[in-house]
């Protein structure tokens, strides 16, 4: 039996007054405020006027580490997971050297361990081909057994449907899910913003939303074919929500994650040639947040992933055909979600879902939902609190974000992973 060393008093957890007691790591129990006394020697932390969250989990980063530390070291990408609100963190392979191999898999490791020995957990995600060049399937035997938690070619799509199978067939052997991100490539060839009338007035080169869809729809033939699973990365618009409906409708082992960024804006963000709103997949229309918003509610759409994508300002300060496609979200995601949250546009039940629930079944990752015996992994979250995006506000060095000058509602005051305090 565990021995409390830690007593959180008087949050607020879904309307209630609570107190939470937590001993080695783990929670004790949540009870209603005051109904037990705090032992003799346990540390006592007041939470009056704040939530309590459970940490938030992100299958989707772009860290950087090696290659690209000027835009984002693992050192300042988990100091912004932390600060956000995020107590897992799964980060993609397109690094310099492609994290295809132990030797990548373990330096990033370590460099987390060395730079947050109590957490963000860094749970990395191997490469699906040797230097996602999408010829060769990379070793997942390897990979696996160093730690990564899944594959995936993100940010080059893999255009031989016989390698994809292939890559799906051998990454099951190991028990890795292959996420995938969807996006025919020469379709797509013209990244970062979302073909239409918009496109057409700004005079920048564009794809369709079908350049999605269509990926979608092969995913998901070759899963129910194989009777595999598919994690289908960043979806973004109506016609992908349509066919991922159809697919689970029919018992396909498919899940699949959007992205704050899909659910608050549109391809409007981009008039002006803002690049900071040049992402890819691209900021689709109206009715695409509209349907984002309403497929995340019925668990079409099972979770939310920031995509954290950082780069410098002097690669995205050019024209916007040459900048780099990406937003940095780690940030801002757990503000900007639950202000849709505030803003009934939401349910809070769908938020622990998408953000905590669904991610950590789905990879097999640490999950704490206030259980006895879950790890004592959660957040203070004062709601109130405004702040200003901006390059001062933001732990990420990635400052490359559309909501830059924008006020928004509520931050993480403490963070506890395993019970210890992180921020
Ligand atoms: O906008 C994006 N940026 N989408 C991706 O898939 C990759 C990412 C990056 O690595 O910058």
């Not at 693992?74 to 295809?100: H, Q, R, W, Y």
């Not at 595999?228 to 029919?250: M, N, Q």
Request: hydrophobic share 40%; with cysteine.
């Amino acid at each position: 039996m565990s021995t409390c060393d830690l007593v959180i008093l008087g949050a607020d957890y879904d309307g209630q007054l609570v107190d939470l007691f937590v001993g080695d790591g783990e929670i004790i129990e949540l009870v209603p405020a005051g109904k037990n006394t705090p032992p003799q020697g346990a540390e006592t932390l007041d939470a009056k006027g704040h939530l309590l969250l459970p940490s938030l989990t992100d299958v989707h980063t772009h860290l950087r580490e090696p290659g690209f530390e000027y835009k984002e070291d693992i050192e300042s990408g988990l100091a912004a997971a932390a600060k956000g609100g995020f107590g897992n963190i799964m980060c993609m392979a397109n690094t310099t050297p492609v994290n295809d191999n132990a030797t990548v898999t373990e330096l990033m490791l370590e460099k987390a361990h060395m730079a947050h020995p109590f957490g963000p957990r860094l749970f990395p995600v191997g490469a699906l081909t040797k230097g996602l060049k999408a010829e060769e399937l990379a070793p997942m035997a390897e990979l696996s057994r160093t730690g990564c938690v899944a594959v995936s070619n993100d940010g080059l799509p893999v255009l031989s449907t016989e390698l994809f199978r292939r890559a799906m067939e051998y990454a099951s052997d190991w028990g890795l899910t292959v996420i995938d991100h969807c996006e025919d490539p020469f379709m797509g060839a013209a990244a970062g913003m979302n073909e239409g009338r918009t496109s057409s007035l700004l005079g920048i080169p564009a794809q369709p939303d079908v350049a999605e869809a269509i990926q979608v729809a092969r995913d998901i033939l070759l899963a129910e074919y194989l009777d595999l699973p598919i994690h289908l990365a960043h979806i973004s618009c109506k016609k992908s929500v349509d066919v991922i409906r159809f697919a689970k409708e029919r018992g396909v082992k498919v899940t699949a994650e959007t992205c704050p960024h899909y659910l608050t804006l549109t391809e409007k963000a981009v008039v002006g040639y803002d690049t900071n709103a040049k992402v890819n997949p691209p900021l689709r229309t109206e009715e695409d947040v509209t349907a984002m918003l309403e497929a995340l509610d019925t668990g079409v759409i099972d979770m939310l992933a920031t995509d954290h994508a950082p780069h410098a300002a002097h690669e995205k300060e050019v024209e916007f055909d040459l900048a780099p496609c990406g937003i940095s979200g780690l940030d801002t995601a757990l503000s900007v979600t639950w202000e849709l949250v505030t803003a009934g546009k939401m349910s809070r039940a769908t938020f622990l879902r998408a953000w905590t629930v669904a991610p950590c079944t789905t990879f097999d990752l640490p999950l704490n939902t206030f259980a006895k015996g879950d790890p004592a992994d959660f957040f203070l979250f004062d709601p109130e609190e405004a702040w200003v995006v901006g390059p001062d506000t933001m732990q990420s060095r990635g400052k490359n974000t559309p909501l830059t000058g924008r006020t928004l509602s509520g931050r993480v005051t403490a963070h506890f992973l395993a019970g210890e305090k992180i921020v």
